[in-house]
């Protein structure tokens, strides 16, 4: 049972590089998501998707692209990667659009942006 | 808007110790869900429990127990007899029903750090 996996485990690149972080889950769940994680503000939302083509904004989605051509696969693109994006990355699914769904999480890309 | 409070930012026990994590958390919506994760030092997000608004009980699991109270708005965490392996950071997180079933979104407090000490 190998859940949610992200890739890479950690990530440095340089400023105004893009690059991309895989998130790929086994259980066919239809919500997936990105988060990212910084000292004083927690967890927040980038970017989540109900289903496969479909995606929505978060509360944090400036500087980031997604897609979603497959129900398995959730990568996360920053296009032109700045400073402030390095964080901790963490992709979540859940099984439906029950809010009562727990979200599962991969173990997170740390990413360090110079 | 939904908001998450968890005031202490970081609580130091000694093992055996039982210590209590406070959330308190806002929402205009009469039915929502509230969870706790626990975040180890290796850094992956692990689900503790999930509480509906209509079930007020309390909770227990092993050394885990949790206090819901909607009088005071609060989904309080206590862990009884600490132990080194429950050092970690504990998040509070609330998910209101969503509109349409489009907008779910789980909002997170910032995090507890919880050290027990040997």
């Known amino acids: 049972d190998a859940g949610i996996t992200q890739s890479p485990r950690y990530k440095i690149t340089e400023t105004g590089r893009q690059v991309t972080l895989m998130c790929h889950q086994t259980?066919?769940?239809?919500?997936m998501f990105w988060y990212r994680q910084d000292l004083g503000h927690g967890l927040r939302l980038i970017y989540y998707?109900?289903?496969?083509?479909?995606?929505d904004k978060g509360e944090v989605p400036d500087g980031y692209v997604v897609s979603r051509s497959k129900t398995e696969n959730f990568p996360l693109t920053l296009e032109s990667a700045t400073r402030s994006q390095t964080s901790v990355y963490f992709c979540?699914?859940?099984?439906?659009?029950?809010?009562?769904?727990?979200?599962?999480f991969g173990d997170g890309t740390r990413l360090s942006i110079l | 808007a939904q908001k998450v409070t968890q005031a202490q930012t970081e609580i130091s026990v000694v093992e055996k110790e039982d210590v209590t994590l406070d959330c308190v958390y806002e929402?205009?919506?009469?039915?929502?869900?509230l969870f706790w994760y626990k975040q180890p030092p290796s850094g992956e997000l692990v689900f503790l429990i999930r509480?509906?608004?209509?079930?007020?009980q309390n909770e227990i699991s092993g050394r885990y127990s949790w206090n819901f109270q909607k009088s005071t708005s609060s989904f309080n965490f206590t862990i009884t007899a600490s132990q080194v392996v429950d050092s970690a950071v504990y998040f509070c997180?609330?998910?209101?029903?969503?509109?349409?079933?489009?907008?779910?979104?789980?909002?997170f407090g910032k995090g507890t750090l919880l050290t027990v000490n040997p």
């Open positions: 259980w066919s769940h239809s919500y």
């Open positions: 997180a609330l998910s209101e029903v969503p509109c349409g079933g489009s907008n779910y979104k789980l909002t």
């Open positions: 929402t205009r919506d009469t039915t929502y869900y």
């Open positions: 509480r509906n608004s209509f079930d007020e």
């Open positions: 979540a699914s859940s099984e439906n659009s029950a809010s009562n769904q727990p979200q599962h």
């Open positions: 998707s109900a289903a496969a083509d479909i995606t």
